[in-house]
T-cell receptor, first 115, second 112 residues
Framework: KAGVTQTPRYLIKTRGQQVTLSCSPI?????VSWYQQTPGQGLQFLFE???????NKGNFPGRFSGRQFSNSRSEMNVSTLELGDSALYLC??????????????FGEGSRLTVL | SQQGEEDPQALSIQEGENATMNCSYK?????LQWYRQNSGRGLVHLIL?????REKHSGRLRVTLDTSKKSSSLLITASRAADTASYFC????????????FGQGTELSVKP
């Protein structure tokens, strides 16, 4: 099976712009979670989608949003970029069925630099 | 806020030695997982231990869980240079599958 695929791998934006990141989960996985990793705050949970519905949400401002499509692929969007949004954004997929409590499979991440 | 705290923050050992990393967390959990990350890349799942388990082994990895102390430890035996990476503990809470709360991580350096 192919792993979790994230695109783009690297991107540079300027303050005020917006960005969209994409994640294709492992075939058959219906849950996609997003995480932000920065040197200062570490790994923080952004949100989780399951069957096109947001199931869990972290403590991030409304500038951070996401969606999931019927084929389980997911996108996250960050609007009005700030310097502090520079980070590695990681996507993870899992079976995600009700009561799921197992491992997550992570992609290689999208490294966003905001200038 | 971070659920897990890890220590040490950095650990440097020689090949062949054992490496022990500790993790503490704050709330009741369903399970605790350990992940490895090589220099800015994705996370790789190492091992999962459920709240009703006390110890688990996988190859050179041994993980323990003490729910009364809300702590866990990861032991890597006979370390290799290829084990050089950052190691993170992560907790999963009941009814929140897909959401992991990570510790700050331990940076392990294994010198040949």
């Amino acid at each position: 099976k192919a792993g979790v695929t994230q695109t783009p791998r690297y991107l540079i934006k300027t303050r005020g712009q917006q960005v969209t990141l994409s994640c294709s989960p492992i075939s058959g996985h219906r849950s996609v979670s997003w995480y932000q990793q920065t040197p200062g705050q570490g790994l923080q949970f952004l949100f989780e989608y399951f069957s096109e519905t947001q199931r869990n949400k972290g403590n991030f401002p409304g500038r951070f949003s996401g969606r999931q499509f019927s084929n389980s692929r997911s996108e996250m969007n960050v609007s009005t970029l700030e310097l502090g949004d520079s980070a590695l954004y990681l996507c993870a997929s899992s079976e995600g069925t009700s009561g799921f409590t197992g491992e997550l499979f992570f992609g290689e991440g999208s490294r966003l630099t905001v200038l | 806020s971070q659920q897990g705290e890890e220590d040490p923050q950095a650990l440097s050992i020689q090949e062949g030695e054992n490496a022990t990393m500790n993790c503490s967390y704050k709330t009741s959990i369903n399970n605790l997982q350990w992940y490895r990350q090589n220099s800015g890349r994705g996370l790789v799942h190492l091992i999962l231990i459920r709240s009703n388990e006390r110890e688990k082994h996988s190859g050179r990895l041994r993980v323990t869980l003490d729910t009364s102390k809300k702590s866990s430890s990861l032991l890597i035996t006979a370390s290799r240079a290829a084990d050089t990476a950052s190691y993170f503990c992560a907790t999963m809470i009941y009814n929140q599958g897909g959401k992991l709360i990570f510790g700050q991580g331990t940076e392990l350096s294994v010198k040949p």
